[in-house]
C-alpha cells in the first residue's frame, strides 16, 4: 500500500495539469471585472464600432503603444506612477484586440533610446520629453495605421485624462475606417472661432494686443467635424454646405440673419442653440472717457422672434439658482469658502434627479458646471415636441438680477455678483424644477409667414456708442424683400437649446495643468455628445459615457449639506441686521460731518460706536456659525479616523485573546 502512495501522487498530479491545461484551453481571455464602474471593460460603443468593422468587413488596424519602460526606470517616483497607467491601457488594448476578432492587432513597444524604435516613436510625431543631459526621451503614445498607409496618433498619453482614454482610442479607429466629416455651420456673436488671419494678427500685436484664440471646444470639435464659420452676411443657409447649424450667443442679430436660421430650422435643418442672460465671455471694450458703459453694459443673447414662434421663452433678466447645485468656493482671497446658487455644480450624486436618462447626450457624465444660467420656458405657442436635458433639482429658482449698480434694497445688480451671500438672502426654491436644456423634436412653425423685408446692409452704429445700439434704417436703404417659405419644403427639424453659453468656454469647460490643457469636468462631453446625437454618430456618443472613477465621502457631503440647510436662515437674519446697522452708521457718518455742536457730535460718535460693536457683533456670531460647522465635520472625521485606525488592531487583539482562550481550553481538556 506504501508502494503506491507515489504513484498515486503523481497521477492526482498529472490529472490536476491535464485540468488546468483544459480549463484554460477552454476559457482562455475570460476576465472578470469587477470595478464599480467597469473600468477594465469597453463600452458600449466600442462594441458597436468593432461589431461594424466585422460587418462591413474592413481591413485590420494596427496600434502600437510606445511606453518607455527602460528610460523611465532612471526616472522619479511621480513619473513611476505612469506604470500603473501604462498597465492599465495595455490590458484595455488586450480587449480590443480580443473583440475586434482579427481587426485590431496590438503591439506594445519599449523606445529604448538610440534604438530604432525610438526612432521610429520620434518620425511618427508621438511627443517625448527630456529625462536627462545626454537627451534621452521619455515617450508615452499610441500610434494608430491602417494597411492603406493612413495614421493618426495620441502624442503623450497622462493618468489625469484616464476616463476619457477609450474615447480617443475609440475615435481614432473610427475617423481612421470611416473619414467622412460631417460639416458644421458656427453662427456667434462672441469669438468661439476667430479668423486668425496673419496680417490682422500682426497688426494686433503692434497694437499690444494678443489675437483671440479658438475656444478649445471647438478645436475638440474639429478632430472630427469639419467646423468652419457661416458668413454672417449670408441671407441663406445651405444644407449642401452645412450638415448641422451651432448659434452660440445670438446677440444683436440682424434681420437677414433671423430670417437665414428661420428657413434653415423651417426647412428641417438641425441647430444647436446656446442663449445666455450674461455670458462671461461677451465683455464690452473699456472706453476711458465712459468708465460706467462697461458696467451697464447687458452681455446677454435671444433669438426673438424665433423662439417665440416655437413656443419657447428665457426669461428677460431671470437667472437661474439652486441651493443642493450651488457651488461652494472661496470668493476672494482673503475669504472663507461660500455657497454660490449661481454657479451650478451638477455632480454625481445630482446626475439622476436634473439629467433625463431617456437621450443618451447625457449618458455617463458625472460633472457639469453652469454658471449664470437662464430658465427656459415652454409656451402655449408651442407645437413641436418639447424634451427637457437638463433641470434644477427640487431646490432650484430664479432670481431677478439687472444690468447697472447694486441700490441697495431689495433689487440685485451686476455688481452684486462679487457678493454671493446677497443671492442667498434673495433665495426662494421654486415649487417646479427650471429646465437649462431642452431638445425640440417636429416641425417648428415659421417666424415669418408672410415673408420679411430687411435692408441688405445692416446700418451699424457709429463709433463711441454704447454696444448692441440697434440704428434706425435710413430712407435710402437698399432693401432685400423675401418671399413666404413655401409650405411644401417645410420639414421635421431636430433643435437643441442651452440656456448657457459659458459652460462650453475655456472658462468653465478646462483649465491648465503641468500636461497642458485637461478639461476641467464633463461639459465638453455634452457638447460633443449633443453633436454625435444630432448628427447621427451614436457609437462615439456611446463610448464617450464612461465615467471617472470617483470616491466621494459621502457621509460628509451630507453632513456638510445638512449644517448649511439648518444654518441658512440664522446666516439671513445676522446679515440683514448687519446691512441696517452699516446703512445706519453711513447717515451717522454724514451727520457727524456736518456744523454740529460739540455735544451733538458727541452724541453721534457714541452711536457710530456703539453701531460698529453691533456691527462686529454680528460678524462675530457668522464666524461662530462656521466654527459650529466646521466643529460637527471634525466631528465626525475624528470618529471615522479612529474607527478606521483602531478597528484593525482590536480585531486583533480579540482574535489573539480568543486564539489564547482556545489553546488553553484544549490543553485543560487534554489534561483531564
Not at 452704429?461 to 456708442?465: A, E, V
Given at each position: 500500500?506504501?508502494?503506491?502512495?507515489?504513484?498515486?501522487i503523481?497521477?492526482?498530479?498529472?490529472?490536476?495539469?491535464?485540468?488546468?491545461?483544459?480549463?484554460?484551453?477552454?476559457?482562455?481571455?475570460?476576465?472578470?471585472?469587477?470595478?464599480?464602474?467597469?473600468?477594465?471593460?469597453?463600452?458600449e460603443?466600442?462594441?458597436?464600432?468593432?461589431?461594424?468593422?466585422?460587418?462591413?468587413?474592413?481591413?485590420?488596424?494596427?496600434?502600437?503603444?510606445?511606453?518607455?519602460h527602460?528610460?523611465?526606470?532612471?526616472?522619479?517616483q511621480?513619473?513611476?506612477?505612469?506604470?500603473?497607467?501604462?498597465?492599465?491601457?495595455?490590458?484595455?488594448?488586450?480587449?480590443?484586440?480580443?473583440y475586434?476578432?482579427?481587426k485590431?492587432k496590438?503591439?506594445?513597444?519599449?523606445?529604448?533610446?538610440?534604438?530604432?524604435?525610438?526612432?521610429?516613436?520620434?518620425?511618427?510625431?508621438?511627443d517625448?520629453?527630456?529625462i536627462?543631459?545626454?537627451?534621452?526621451l521619455?515617450?508615452?503614445?499610441?500610434?494608430?495605421?491602417?494597411?492603406t498607409?493612413?495614421?493618426?496618433?495620441?502624442?503623450?498619453?497622462?493618468?489625469?485624462?484616464?476616463?476619457?482614454?477609450?474615447y480617443?482610442?475609440?475615435?481614432?479607429?473610427?475617423?481612421?475606417?470611416?473619414?467622412?466629416k460631417?460639416?458644421?455651420?458656427?453662427?456667434?456673436?462672441?469669438?468661439?472661432?476667430?479668423?486668425?488671419?496673419?496680417?490682422m494678427?500682426?497688426?494686433?500685436?503692434?497694437?499690444?494686443?494678443?489675437?483671440?484664440?479658438?475656444w478649445?471646444?471647438?478645436?475638440?470639435?474639429?478632430?472630427?467635424?469639419d467646423?468652419?464659420?457661416?458668413?454672417?452676411?449670408?441671407e441663406?443657409?445651405?444644407?449642401?454646405?452645412?450638415?448641422l447649424?451651432?448659434?452660440?450667443?445670438?446677440?444683436?442679430?440682424?434681420?437677414?440673419?433671423?430670417w437665414?436660421?428661420?428657413?434653415?430650422v423651417?426647412?428641417?435643418?438641425?441647430?444647436?442653440?446656446?442663449?445666455?442672460p450674461?455670458?462671461?465671455?461677451?465683455q464690452?471694450?473699456?472706453?476711458?472717457?465712459?468708465?460706467?458703459a462697461?458696467?451697464?453694459?447687458?452681455?446677454?443673447?435671444s433669438?426673438?422672434?424665433?423662439?417665440d414662434?416655437?413656443g419657447?421663452?428665457?426669461?428677460?433678466?431671470?437667472?437661474?439658482?439652486?441651493?443642493?447645485?450651488?457651488?461652494?468656493?472661496?470668493?476672494?482671497?482673503?475669504?472663507?469658502?461660500?455657497?454660490?446658487?449661481?454657479?451650478?455644480?451638477?455632480?454625481d450624486?445630482h446626475?439622476?434627479?436634473?439629467?433625463?436618462?431617456?437621450?443618451?447626450?447625457?449618458?455617463?457624465?458625472?460633472?457639469?458646471?453652469f454658471?449664470?444660467?437662464?430658465?427656459?420656458?415652454?409656451?402655449?405657442?408651442?407645437?413641436?415636441?418639447f424634451?427637457?436635458?437638463?433641470?434644477?433639482?427640487a431646490?432650484?429658482?430664479?432670481?431677478?438680477?439687472?444690468?447697472?449698480?447694486?441700490?441697495?434694497?431689495?433689487?440685485?445688480?451686476?455688481?452684486?455678483?462679487n457678493?454671493?451671500?446677497?443671492?442667498?438672502?434673495?433665495?426662494n426654491?421654486?415649487?417646479?424644477?427650471?429646465?437649462?436644456?431642452?431638445?425640440?423634436?417636429?416641425?417648428?412653425a415659421?417666424?415669418?409667414?408672410?415673408?420679411?423685408?430687411?435692408?441688405?446692409?445692416?446700418?451699424k452704429?457709429?463709433?463711441?456708442?454704447p454696444?448692441?445700439m440697434?440704428?434706425?434704417?435710413p430712407?435710402?436703404?437698399?432693401m432685400?424683400?423675401?418671399?413666404?417659405?413655401d409650405?411644401?419644403?417645410?420639414?421635421?427639424?431636430s433643435?437643441?437649446?442651452?440656456?448657457d453659453?459659458?459652460?462650453i468656454?475655456?472658462?468653465?469647460a478646462?483649465?491648465?495643468?503641468?500636461?497642458?490643457l485637461?478639461?476641467?469636468?464633463?461639459?465638453?462631453?455634452?457638447?460633443?455628445n449633443?453633436?454625435?446625437?444630432?448628427?447621427?454618430?451614436?457609437?462615439?456618443?456611446?463610448?464617450?459615457s464612461?465615467?471617472?472613477i470617483?470616491?466621494?465621502f459621502?457621509?460628509?457631503?451630507?453632513?456638510?449639506?445638512?449644517?448649511?440647510?439648518?444654518?441658512?436662515?440664522?446666516?439671513?437674519?445676522?446679515?440683514?441686521e448687519?446691512?441696517?446697522?452699516?446703512?445706519?452708521?453711513?447717515?451717522?457718518q454724514?451727520?457727524?460731518?456736518?456744523?454740529?455742536?460739540?455735544l451733538?457730535?458727541?452724541?453721534?460718535?457714541?452711536?457710530?460706536?456703539t453701531?460698529?460693536?453691533?456691527?462686529?457683533?454680528?460678524?462675530?456670531?457668522?464666524?461662530?456659525?462656521?466654527?459650529?460647522?466646521?466643529a460637527?465635520?471634525e466631528?465626525?472625521e475624528?470618529?471615522?479616523?479612529?474607527?478606521?485606525?483602531?478597528?484593525?488592531?482590536?480585531?486583533?487583539?480579540?482574535?489573539?485573546?480568543?486564539?489564547?482562550?482556545?489553546?488553553?481550553?484544549?490543553?485543560?481538556?487534554?489534561?483531564?
Open positions: 500500500m506504501k508502494n503506491n502512495r507515489p504513484i498515486t503523481l497521477f492526482i498530479a498529472l490529472i490536476t495539469i491535464f485540468s488546468v491545461h483544459l480549463i484554460y484551453n477552454h476559457t482562455q481571455g475570460v476576465r472578470l471585472d469587477l470595478t464599480e464602474t467597469k473600468l477594465y471593460s469597453l463600452t460603443g466600442t462594441h458597436q464600432i468593432l461589431e461594424k468593422m466585422q460587418n462591413e468587413g474592413v481591413k485590420p488596424i494596427e496600434v502600437r503603444l510606445y511606453f518607455s527602460t528610460a523611465g526606470k532612471s526616472l522619479p511621480m513619473i513611476k506612477g505612469f506604470v500603473t497607467y501604462e498597465n492599465y491601457i495595455r490590458n484595455l488594448l488586450k480587449e480590443y484586440e480580443r475586434g476578432n482579427g485590431i496590438v503591439s506594445f513597444i519599449d523606445p529604448v533610446p538610440d534604438s530604432d524604435e525610438a526612432q521610429d516613436a520620434t518620425d511618427f510625431g508621438l517625448g520629453k527630456p536627462n543631459q545626454y537627451g534621452d521619455f515617450f508615452f503614445g499610441m500610434v494608430f495605421q491602417t494597411q498607409g493612413s495614421r493618426d496618433i495620441i502624442e503623450f498619453m497622462s493618468p489625469d485624462k484616464q476616463e476619457t482614454i477609450e480617443e482610442i475609440s475615435k481614432r479607429i473610427y475617423n481612421l475606417i470611416w473619414p467622412t460631417k460639416r458644421i455651420g458656427i453662427v456667434s456673436g462672441v469669438e468661439p472661432l476667430p479668423d486668425n488671419n496673419p496680417y494678427n500682426q497688426l494686433l500685436q503692434a497694437q499690444g494686443k494678443a489675437p483671440s484664440q479658438p478649445s471646444s471647438m478645436e475638440v470639435l474639429k478632430e472630427q467635424y467646423v468652419k464659420l457661416v458668413d454672417a452676411e449670408a441663406q443657409y445651405s444644407k449642401e454646405d452645412y450638415d447649424l451651432m448659434i452660440i450667443h445670438p446677440r444683436d442679430f440682424s434681420q437677414k440673419q433671423l437665414a436660421i428661420n428657413e434653415w423651417v426647412t428641417g435643418g438641425n441647430t444647436m442653440l446656446f442663449l445666455d450674461y455670458s462671461i465671455e461677451d464690452p471694450e473699456q472706453n476711458p472717457q465712459n468708465p460706467w462697461a458696467i451697464q453694459y447687458k452681455p446677454a443673447s433669438l426673438n422672434p424665433l423662439t414662434a416655437w419657447l421663452r428665457r426669461p428677460e433678466d431671470q437667472f437661474v439658482v439652486d441651493y443642493e447645485l450651488g457651488a461652494k468656493r472661496m470668493v476672494d482671497r482673503r475669504g472663507h469658502a461660500q455657497k454660490v446658487i449661481t454657479d451650478l455644480s451638477i455632480e450624486k446626475m439622476a434627479a436634473v439629467a433625463n436618462p431617456d437621450i443618451p447626450i447625457t449618458n455617463g457624465l458625472s460633472n457639469l458646471r454658471f449664470l444660467a437662464g430658465p427656459l420656458e415652454k409656451t402655449d405657442k408651442a407645437t413641436a415636441e424634451t427637457p436635458i437638463l433641470k434644477t433639482t431646490a432650484g429658482g430664479t432670481l431677478t438680477i439687472l444690468p447697472g449698480f447694486s441700490q441697495g434694497g431689495d433689487t440685485l445688480h451686476f455688481t452684486d455678483l457678493t454671493p451671500t446677497k443671492f442667498l438672502d434673495q433665495y426654491a421654486s415649487e417646479e424644477e427650471i429646465v437649462l436644456a431642452y431638445l425640440i423634436k417636429g416641425r417648428l415659421d417666424a415669418f409667414p408672410e415673408g420679411l423685408e430687411f435692408p441688405k446692409e445692416a446700418p452704429p457709429p463709433p463711441g456708442m454696444p448692441g440697434q440704428m434706425p434704417v430712407e435710402d436703404a437698399e432685400v424683400k423675401k418671399e413666404a417659405i409650405p411644401a419644403t417645410h420639414a421635421d427639424a433643435v437643441l437649446v442651452f440656456s453659453v459659458d459652460f468656454t475655456d472658462q468653465l478646462f483649465q491648465r495643468s503641468f500636461f497642458g485637461a478639461a476641467a469636468n464633463d461639459n465638453y462631453k455634452v457638447l460633443l449633443s453633436v454625435d446625437y444630432l448628427l447621427g454618430a451614436k457609437e462615439l456618443m456611446n463610448v464617450r464612461k465615467q471617472r470617483k470616491r466621494p459621502e457621509l460628509f457631503d451630507q453632513i456638510e449639506a445638512q449644517a448649511d440647510s439648518e444654518m441658512l436662515e440664522q446666516e439671513r437674519k445676522i446679515r440683514t448687519i446691512e441696517q446697522f452699516e446703512n445706519d452708521l453711513r447717515e451717522k454724514r451727520g457727524i460731518n456736518e456744523k454740529n455742536a460739540a451733538l457730535q458727541k452724541k453721534l460718535q457714541d452711536e457710530i460706536d453701531l460698529n460693536a453691533k456691527i462686529n457683533d454680528g460678524n462675530r456670531e457668522l464666524r461662530e456659525i462656521r466654527k459650529q460647522k466646521r460637527r465635520l466631528g465626525v475624528f470618529w471615522v479616523r479612529g474607527s478606521m485606525i483602531g478597528a484593525v488592531p482590536l480585531f486583533v487583539c480579540i482574535f489573539g485573546l480568543a486564539n489564547v482562550v482556545s489553546r488553553r481550553n484544549k490543553r485543560n481538556i487534554q489534561g483531564r
